[in-house]
């Protein structure tokens, strides 16, 4: 058996010594879908396991940190956030060439594009894109201390942090230079708000990072946890709408490579809608909203440039990213107007 990124007689020794009740991986292959770390379904006896990896190439530093993923799965089993059943962590990169951890198989489909969701009523759609802001400010309410995560993060000083961070992922990135981008950092720079008080942020909240249920249309797990961390909440609800696609409102009127077209189907709501009622929920303020949503872009900006490069030096498992690089000019592009509006 031949999987990418997987040492399949290594990997049964290994749950066989450290998963004994899971039983023996009979199969395991890539869950298409994946554009960061790699997801693996494994067929172990009667059960169903997920397996997570990071990328095969060109992983930056502090990325695709398996360990943090484990660690807030684990910590939030026990909480309202909906998250799958953690079930090992393996540090032992000579297993299958880099660390990874299992958890259990959730029953739902990470869905992206409107023709997976169905056809459900409009008064069901708004009722997911409700729970879709409930779930986000649920994670915002954990007691990160409480769960164990209180040195999981700096709270302080994230949106500076962040700035850097992500101006050095570029920097070890790009692929061609845009002075769109430097000049957009610079706003950034000279707008960051306030201080707000720190807490759980996913990092990369968005519908196709949750697994839906299709029959009631009910979020039963949020995943992709490994760019959380402890800091300002509102940066996770601007990257939410970063993704967001509204007719007309992506590069040349279409969603973005990696968004999808769910969030326009019949129902949704709209980016207003879905900050208000996010606010609603929370009782925060969204007054600086258009700061959060430019950053959200540059960020994201920054991440689709790396994928495109992993996809340049053809280190990338499963398809979908040939149009990875050209939304990145668009997405800064975006980021100045969401500025200039606000």
Same mark, same amino acid.
């Given at each position: 058996?031949?999987?990418?990124?997987?040492?399949?007689?290594?990997?049964?020794?290994?749950?066989?010594?450290?998963?004994?009740?899971?039983?023996?991986?009979?199969?395991?292959?890539?869950?298409?879908?994946?554009?960061?770390?790699?997801?693996?379904?494994?067929?172990?006896?009667?059960?169903?396991?997920?397996?997570?990896?990071?990328?095969?190439?060109?992983?930056?530093?502090?990325?695709?940190?398996?360990?943090?993923?484990?660690?807030?799965?684990?910590?939030?089993?026990?909480?309202?956030?909906?998250?799958?059943?953690?079930?090992?962590?393996?540090?032992?990169?000579?297993?299958?060439?880099?660390?990874?951890?299992?958890?259990?198989?959730?029953?739902?489909?990470?869905?992206?594009?409107?023709?997976?969701?169905?056809?459900?009523?409009?008064?069901?759609?708004?009722?997911?894109?409700? %729970?879709?802001?409930?779930?986000?400010?649920?994670?915002?309410?954990?007691?990160?201390?409480?769960?164990?995560?209180?040195?999981?993060?700096?709270?302080?000083?994230?949106?500076? %942090?962040?700035?850097? %961070?992500?101006?050095?992922?570029?920097?070890?990135?790009?692929?061609?230079?845009?002075?769109? +981008?430097?000049?957009?950092?610079?706003?950034? %720079?000279?707008?960051?708000?306030?201080?707000?008080?720190?807490?759980?942020?996913?990092?990369? +909240?968005?519908?196709?990072?949750?697994?839906?249920?299709?029959?009631?249309?009910?979020?039963?797990?949020?995943?992709?946890?490994?760019?959380?961390?402890?800091?300002?909440?509102?940066?996770?609800?601007?990257?939410?709408?970063?993704?967001?696609?509204?007719?007309?409102?992506?590069?040349?009127?279409?969603?973005?490579?990696?968004?999808?077209?769910?969030?326009?189907?019949?129902?949704?709501?709209?980016?207003?809608?879905?900050?208000?009622? +996010?606010?609603?929920?929370?009782?925060?303020?969204?007054?600086?909203?258009?700061?959060?949503?430019?950053?959200?872009?540059?960020?994201?900006?920054?991440?689709?440039?790396?994928?495109?490069?992993?996809?340049?030096?053809?280190?990338?498992?499963?398809?979908?990213?040939?149009?990875?690089?050209?939304?990145?000019?668009?997405?800064?592009?975006?980021?100045?107007?969401?500025?200039?509006?606000?």
């Amino acid at each position: 058996m031949t999987v990418p990124g997987i040492d399949h007689p290594r990997l049964v020794t290994w749950m066989g010594a450290n998963v004994p009740d899971a039983g023996e991986p009979l199969s395991v292959s890539l869950i298409s879908g994946g554009r960061s770390n790699l997801t693996y379904l494994v067929e172990a006896g009667e059960r169903r396991l997920v397996l997570r990896r990071p990328p095969l190439g060109h992983v930056l530093p502090t990325a695709h940190d398996m360990r943090r993923e484990w660690r807030v799965i684990s910590a939030l089993a026990p909480t309202p956030v909906p998250v799958p059943e953690p079930i090992a962590f393996c540090a032992d990169e000579d297993v299958i060439g880099a660390p990874f951890y299992l958890m259990g198989h959730v029953e739902g489909v990470a869905v992206r594009t409107r023709s997976q969701l169905g056809d459900p009523s409009p008064e069901r759609t708004r009722r997911l894109s409700e %729970r879709l802001a409930e779930v986000l400010a649920g994670i915002h309410a954990v007691d990160y201390r409480e769960v164990g995560l209180g040195d999981f993060g700096r709270p302080e000083g994230y949106l500076a %942090r962040q700035l850097d %961070r992500w101006c050095q992922q570029w920097e070890r990135s790009k692929t061609a230079d845009l002075p769109e +981008y430097d000049r957009l950092v610079t706003r950034l %720079r000279e707008r960051l708000p306030a201080e707000t008080a720190g807490t759980l942020v996913h990092g990369d +909240y968005r519908l196709d990072n949750t697994l839906l249920r299709l029959g009631d249309l009910e979020i039963a797990a949020v995943v992709d946890w490994e760019m959380s961390t402890l800091g300002d909440p509102l940066a996770d609800l601007g990257l939410t709408l970063t993704y967001w696609h509204e007719p007309g409102s992506g590069p040349g009127g279409q969603a973005l490579p990696v968004a999808g077209d769910v969030t326009a189907a019949p129902g949704f709501m709209n980016v207003r809608e879905f900050a208000d009622h +996010y606010a609603k929920v929370s009782g925060r303020d969204i007054s600086d909203l258009g700061f959060y949503v430019a950053f959200g872009n540059f960020k994201l900006a920054v991440i689709l440039e790396g994928i495109h490069a992993r996809f340049r030096q053809g280190k990338t498992v499963g398809e979908g990213f040939d149009g990875i690089g050209a939304a990145v000019p668009s997405l800064v592009a975006r980021g100045h107007r969401m500025l200039d509006q606000h």
